[in-house]
């Protein structure tokens, strides 16, 4: 029988009167590998650079209020100075984010952040020095109030992304996803790199820092025009406080800070009484990493049922890995041990940040989406500013293990809420509602 003379030439042969040809050509795909979801993702025109620019300006995020405790405390000698002012600066961003997020929507992100982010840097560089040269305290107060002109880069980015991915609602997902992850990656190396330049070099090190950081990122950011989404001068829509839905969902991100707040909080009381408070920032830094993973990985599949029905299974997901961490400390008293259980309880919080990101989208007139997100991220920062008082006083009046109760009641009142007012709201609306409103 004559052989093939290459691996190319397909043998002729005769199978029960039937000619066959046998192909000894190499087995290979048959098109190029598919991109993942990130990839394509990334691959939309525009989207590296803006994220790029975005990236830069969100890291301080972070590191200000650790830089700010470093600074004044090293200085003056009072954490609970150093506490009352970061305080203030979060009360003030709470009033004072959503109008700059407004006027971000009437205006443009390129004609607004900008000069927003001056008046952040300015107040950042005021209190640098009042802290340096001994001014009186309450200068320190209102130096720090005004940084909370410092605009939402998050935000900017969410509205950025529904604009380029309008229709797209797995696209819209995945983007969703990755910008949580950012967030916690920014939450997790912002206050190493804070302590590490105020440690290292000098006090005012970390807040100087950040402070050129925001403005270069900032300017990074609102440089890509392409992107952009457009301003709307004159919306006649409602004002995201009075859309529907969108209130149960900011009583569900305040109880999401909570959860964050009093997590923080408990976990260096508890680390502190074991004689380890140099490795509570680590062992935080672990629950950070879970939430970002989980984020990616979240981001990567694609979800069954709507970002409605998905919300409540986050939630209670959330509520049942939160049993961990007071298990971890009351039953074992070990350090490690909690390490690993905040490491799984943090897989929770990102999918349900990320799904109640995605609701707050729908909800939210198209025209006002920064301001919409602003308002989420503002229920989040007072949300942990109770966590922290729940969380301290728990530790305080009862004991650090009971402390961890805290973020386990946090999760489900946030459960509780999304059961009995969210499904309303949806029943009346688009069946699609991981898709934003436009």
Partial sequence: ???PTSRDTPLLTVTADTPVAV????????GPRAKGPY????????????????LVARLPMGMFSVSAVVMIAGTRGSYALAGAVTATGLAATAV????????VDRYGQARVAPPAAVLAVLGSLALLLCVRHGAPDWTLFASYAATATTPNTGGMSRARWAHLLKGDAEALHT?????????????????V???????TFFPEAGTLVGAVLLLTGVLLFTAQRSTEPPAARRSSARAPLRSPGVRPLLVVCLATGAVFGALEVVTLAFADERGHRAASGAVLALQAAGSCAAGLLYGAVRPAGSARSRLPWCLAAMTALMTLPP???????????????????????APTMVTTMTLVQRYTPGDRLNEGMTLAVTGLLGGIACGSAAGGWTVEHVSTPAGYGVPVAASAIALLVSLCTLAPFGSSNRSTDSLPSH
Avoid: I
Wanted: proline share 6%; hydrophobic share 55%; net charge positive.
């Fill in 1 to 3: 029988m004559p052989q």
């Fill in 23 to 30: 192909d000894f050509g190499p087995r290979g795909r048959s």
């Fill in 39 to 54: 990839r394509r993702l990334l691959a939309v025109p525009g989207a590296r650079a803006f994220t790029a620019g975005n």
């Fill in 175 to 191: 983007a969703n996803s990755f910008e949580q992850a950012v967030d916690e990656l920014c939450f997790m190396l912002g206050p």
């Fill in 327 to 349: 298990l971890a400390a009351g039953l074992t008293g070990s350090l490690v041990l909690l390490a690993g259980a905040l490491l799984a309880a943090g897989m929770a919080t």
């Fill in 96 to 103: 004072v984010a959503p109008w700059t997020a407004r006027l």
């Fill in 193 to 199: 790199l804070a302590a590490f330049l105020c440690g």
